[in-house]
């Protein structure tokens, strides 16, 4: 069955860049009409869409973090990866990437798989 | 992007119970609304979609209603692993989370 897993440095200092990977196994990225979120969430908090990419390399992103976002797509790897600038404290959370099901075709979609999610500190 | 409101915070019920979530939307989101569980040092889990419709895998207890603005999570017959927090959401929105504990 599919599974997806994240990957990347658990701890970034402030004001540099947080780098993820998110690496879908047991089917292909571009198989069906999925698309692919990231998702975090801070400790005792809940859970912030942070943006997501389709199998085309098209991107959506959070008003909120769009200045300092980039989502991309490798389908050759089978993966997508998040990078976020300019981190601070806040940017401290549970990382999980997702895949989204548009189960209605149109402007509706679920969060179907997700990963375990891999905790990211910013610290110096 | 829509607001949603979920009710109540924290729920206190024992095993067997029944539990009624709510989930309100800012405005009317059809039936586009879905329902997650989370158990602590987890992801979530999809439960429902499309406001009724059960996720692969998942116990008939759980059941969700409604349209528009206003929708229900209901189990049926609360088992101990039920215990957990619950999230509503809709495209990138999530609710902030009702926290189902045992009384």
């Known amino acids: 069955q599919v599974q997806l897993q994240e990957s990347g440095p658990r701890l970034v200092k402030p004001s540099q860049t947080l780098s993820l990977t998110c690496t879908v196994s047991g089917g292909s990225l571009t198989s069906g009409t999925y698309y692919w979120s990231w998702i975090r969430q801070p400790a005792g908090k809940g859970l912030e869409w942070i943006g997501r990419v389709y199998p085309t390399g098209g991107t959506n992103y959070s008003p909120s973090l769009k200045s300092r976002l980039a989502i991309s797509v490798d389908t050759s790897r089978n993966q997508f990866s998040l990078r976020l600038s300019s981190v601070t404290a806040a940017d401290t959370a549970i990382y999980y990437c997702a895949r989204n099901d548009p189960y209605c075709g149109g402007d509706c979609s679920s969060f179907d798989l997700w990963g375990r999610g891999t905790l990211v500190t910013v610290s110096s | ?103």
């Open chain 2, 1 to 103: 992007e829509t607001v949603l409101t979920q009710s109540p915070a924290t729920l206190s019920l024992s095993p067997g119970e029944r539990a009624t979530l709510s989930c309100r939307a800012g405005q009317s989101v059809g039936t586009y609304l879905a329902w997650y569980q989370q158990k602590p040092g987890q992801a979530p889990r999809l439960l429902i979609y499309d406001a009724s419709d059960r996720a692969t895998g998942i116990p008939a207890r759980f059941s969700g209603s409604g349209s528009g603005t206003h929708f229900t999570l209901t189990i049926s017959s609360l088992e101990p692993e039920d215990f957990a927090i619950y999230y509503c959401q809709q495209q990138n929105t999530f609710g902030q989370g009702t926290k189902l504990e045992i009384k």
